[in-house]
């Protein structure tokens, strides 16, 4: 059996999120560039059900590691999915930093990454202002 590429690998990541979406928060997602806004909506909803702090941590369970890559491959995968849909670009990994991205033309993007930052830090690292910035 042959490995998958990236781009099919993405691709599914992203269909896996489209079914993640409906199944936990009932929200369809269609590859539009305004499901981008769905997609901050959830990961906001994400942000605010990981614990805070070391208290927290003790008390309450915390999604595993993988749990939370999982996350940032389907909605990493969805929103460089909508954007090759829309722009182009090419799925590859980028070995100096070690990471799936998406090369468009000369420019890397790398929404699996920002995914973890907004799950992570919050609003500060909204997916839909990104998305707006990597569009233009």
Same mark, same amino acid.
């Not at 993405?10 to 999120?17: C, D, E, I, Q, R």
């Not at 614990?51 to 909605?75: H, T, W, Y």
């Given at each position: 059996?042959?490995? %998958?590429? %990236?781009?099919?690998?993405?691709?599914? #990541?992203?269909?896996?999120?489209?079914?993640? @979406?409906?199944?936990?928060?009932?929200?369809?997602?269609?590859?539009? /560039?305004?499901?981008?806004?769905?997609?901050?909506?959830? @990961?906001?909803?994400?942000?605010?059900?990981?614990?805070?702090?070391?208290? @927290?941590?003790?008390?309450?369970?915390? %999604?595993?590691?993988?749990?939370? &890559? *999982?996350?940032?491959?389907?909605?990493?995968? #969805?929103?460089?999915?909508? #954007?090759?849909? *829309?722009?182009?670009?090419?799925? &590859?990994?980028?070995?100096?930093?070690?990471?799936?991205?998406?090369?468009?033309?000369?420019?890397? /993007?790398?929404?699996? @990454?920002?995914?973890?930052?907004?799950?992570? *830090?919050?609003?500060?690292?909204?997916?839909?202002? #990104?998305?707006?910035?990597?569009?233009?």
């Amino acid at each position: 059996m042959t490995e %998958p590429s %990236p781009n099919e690998m993405m691709a599914a #990541y992203a269909a896996n999120a489209v079914n993640f @979406a409906v199944s936990n928060f009932g929200i369809a997602l269609d590859f539009s /560039i305004a499901s981008i806004e769905q997609v901050e909506v959830i @990961a906001n909803r994400l942000f605010h059900t990981r614990p805070k702090g070391f208290i @927290a941590k003790l008390f309450r369970k915390e %999604p595993s590691e993988s749990d939370v &890559q *999982n996350v940032c491959k389907m909605l990493g995968g #969805y929103i460089g999915e909508v #954007y090759r849909r *829309n722009k182009g670009g090419e799925w &590859q990994i980028n070995h100096d930093h070690q990471a799936i991205g998406l090369l468009d033309g000369e420019t890397w /993007i790398f929404p699996l @990454a920002k995914v973890l930052k907004r799950i992570t *830090n919050g609003k500060k690292d909204d997916l839909k202002l #990104y998305f707006a910035e990597i569009l233009e």
